[in-house]
């Protein structure tokens, strides 16, 4: 197997010592380094996902030339490899396939991003899918022309959830799943990658690793990164038409899941916030503010209850506001451990 050597210094020489090898397992016939549009997907243990993924993506209404990185974080069983394999030898998509030795979502999603700023130095923007995405037939289209209309950093769009259950679907509207926008236009800020542009001067502003691994198991990573990138006066636009649908299992609609995903996203509030308050005084101001929120969550959770008469959509606030404040104690859900992955 050949390895690629990751960048850890601006002036992109390389430190192994910082971080180790990652062994490329597949490759497409060729690999023109001018391409200017580079998809990235971090893998893990969802093949048969994939396959629909990179299908969706072969099957994109568009004249750009773009290349995919594909980042398997699953060194001992790589099940994602063969699925890469099939189809950049086959020549339905151009790119390549790398592992990831080191377990974990920020892991993986530096090495997709570094991995694709290294292998093709021309290409001006970055976008990201997860690996149980399906990308609709324009999305590549709507994404690029919205970036090069508006000027904008970085673009997001939105992700709707595919429940494998009839009568999950009214949890179109709970907060894990809905897009965080309906309308077309600027927005402050983006929270997931899981539809995004990212412009290369973003990586160059931020330097690397993107993705903090503070994030690692917790998740959130993504979150931190765009909230960096809007104190630092970058642009975001919103664009409602390049949709991607994800395929929801049925272990991520149960109570125990929804519970546990309300913890984590307050969890990752927590700590978004903290990295804003550097002084002992900031950070007790902070945990008092979060302490605070719980009764106001009970009241958010009454309007939920009133308003979408659904009980899962009206304990949400109160979960994270719980997250919050456990967070703020060291207590934390870690979903992005191998053994507490739902997949």
């Not at 590549?140 to 209309?149: F, G, P």
């Not at 402050?188 to 973003?202: A, D, E, F, K, Q």
């Not at 909230?227 to 390049?242: D, P, Q, S, T």
């Not at 949709?243 to 519970?259: M, N």
Request: charged share 20%; aromatic share 8%.
């Amino acid at each position: 197997m050949a390895e690629i050597p990751t960048r850890d210094h601006p002036d992109n020489t390389p430190d192994p010592a910082v971080r180790p090898l990652r062994a490329l397992v597949a490759v497409s016939k060729t690999l023109d380094p001018a391409i200017e549009t580079v998809i990235c997907i971090p893998c893990f243990r969802r093949p048969d996902y994939l396959r629909r993924t990179l299908e969706s993506l072969a099957g994109q209404r568009t004249s750009r030339r773009f290349a995919v990185v594909m980042v398997e974080n699953d060194a001992s069983r790589s099940e994602s490899v063969p699925v890469a394999t099939e189809y950049l030898t086959s020549g339905k998509l151009t790119g390549l396939c790398v592992i990831e030795p080191r377990q974990g979502n920020c892991y993986a999603i530096n090495a997709a991003f570094e991995t694709a700023l290294q292998t093709f130095p021309a290409a001006t923007s970055l976008l990201m899918l997860d690996d149980d995405e399906v990308a609709s037939k324009d999305w590549l289209k709507q994404m690029l022309r919205t970036a090069e209309a508006t000027g904008a950093d970085i673009v997001g769009g939105p992700v709707f959830p595919e429940f494998d259950e009839q009568r999950k679907r009214g949890l179109r509207r709970h907060p894990a799943f809905a897009p965080a926008y309906e309308a077309s236009g600027p927005v402050p800020v983006i929270y997931g990658c899981g539809n995004c542009l990212i412009r290369r001067s973003v990586f160059e502003q931020l330097g690397t690793p993107a993705f903090d691994l503070r994030f690692n198991f917790l998740g959130g990573g993504d979150t931190d990164f765009f909230y960096r990138c809007k104190r630092l006066g970058m642009r975001f636009h919103w664009v409602a038409e390049a949709a991607i649908s994800e395929t929801v299992p049925q272990g991520r609609t149960s109570l125990r899941w929804l519970v546990t995903r309300g913890l984590r996203i307050g969890a990752i509030n927590y700590h978004v916030q903290r990295k804003a308050t550097p002084t002992r005084w900031l950070r007790a101001k902070l945990t008092a503010k979060l302490l605070a929120a719980l009764p106001l969550s009970l009241v958010y959770a009454v309007h939920a209850v009133l308003t979408e008469r659904k009980g899962t959509i009206a304990m949400h606030p109160v979960t994270v506001a719980i997250g919050s404040a456990l967070a703020a104690f060291g207590l934390e859900p870690q979903p992005y451990k191998a053994s507490k992955i739902v997949s």
